[in-house]
């Protein structure tokens, strides 16, 4: 995963913090971190477009697969008073997040786990599921929505956020899709129902959302660079360049139409 740039040096929100004149240890809000958390495209605007469907209550158990920092996981527990499982893979990123999470008083609502999906979560113990630009890494799709299917109480939502298969790619969009985005194959909008289907999901909405993340990545990319001088200054080069891969890399890939933006809801 590591060479997907955008999980290397995660303990770079510190430095975000430090900028704002915020230490290690000092006590943060959500709202200090909305602007560094949020992996995703277009932030808590994007959250809040998920908590609209699945009308989440006080007590509400909700299962964020690849939950990053926690950000997503933070804002939801916070605006709505849910439990969230924050799940994620990468013991980094794990640590960063339960650091931030405990620094914002959340410790009793969400609950940091380092773990695999494909490894199963506790059966029928959710209301809802979310992930955020995470599915893409996982090739085991099959395996992947049974999983996520078991982990839902009778009647609960699954509101995902991924990449689509927009077209054929060529091999140097291929090579930068599994070195660069650590995508190895990506499902078409049929395909992706089809697989949601079979793991018991019988109400499935997608939508194409290509163009605005389109628009958006390059916008965040344009802005990224416009902001240079100051993000060498807080981060530094090595930082600086390898988030400029990244973010050109998706860019391009957006531009050339090589992938799709998709949003899903399975009930």
């Not at 490894?119 to 996982?138: K, M, P, Q, R, T």
């Not at 299917?149 to 509101?159: E, I, T, W």
Request: net charge negative.
């Amino acid at each position: 995963m590591k060479s997907m740039k955008l999980y290397t040096n995660v303990q770079r929100i510190h430095n975000e913090l430090a900028a704002l004149g915020i230490g290690l240890d000092a006590a943060l809000r959500v709202d200090q971190l909305t602007p560094f958390d949020q992996y995703h495209y277009f932030g808590t605007e994007a959250v809040d477009e998920a908590l609209e469907v699945l009308q989440l209550q006080p007590g509400s158990r909700v299962l964020d697969v690849g939950s990053g920092i926690g950000g997503p996981a933070r804002y939801i527990a916070a605006k709505t008073g849910a439990h969230v499982t924050a799940l994620e893979l990468q013991p980094d990123l794990d640590e960063v997040a339960r650091d931030l999470t405990a620094r914002c008083g959340l410790s009793s609502r969400v609950a940091h786990v380092c773990g695999n999906i494909l490894d199963g979560a506790a059966a029928e113990n959710y209301d809802a599921v979310i992930s955020f630009l995470c599915f893409l890494h996982i090739p085991e799709r099959p395996k992947l929505f049974a999983a996520c299917r078991a982990a839902l109480k009778p009647g609960g939502v699954m509101y995902i956020e991924d990449f689509g298969k927009s077209r054929p790619v060529s091999a140097d969009e291929a090579k930068a899709l599994l070195v660069k985005v650590q995508c190895a194959g990506l499902p078409g909008k049929a395909e992706y129902e089809s697989h949601l289907v079979a793991a018991g999901f019988g109400d499935v909405s997608i939508s194409d959302v290509t163009a605005s993340w389109k628009d958006f990545t390059a916008s965040r990319l344009a802005m990224f660079r416009a902001a240079r001088a100051r993000g060498l200054e807080v981060h530094g080069r090595e930082i600086v360049d390898d988030l400029d891969d990244f973010y050109a890399t998706v860019a391009q890939l957006f531009h050339d139409g090589a992938i799709a933006g998709l949003k899903i809801v399975a009930r």
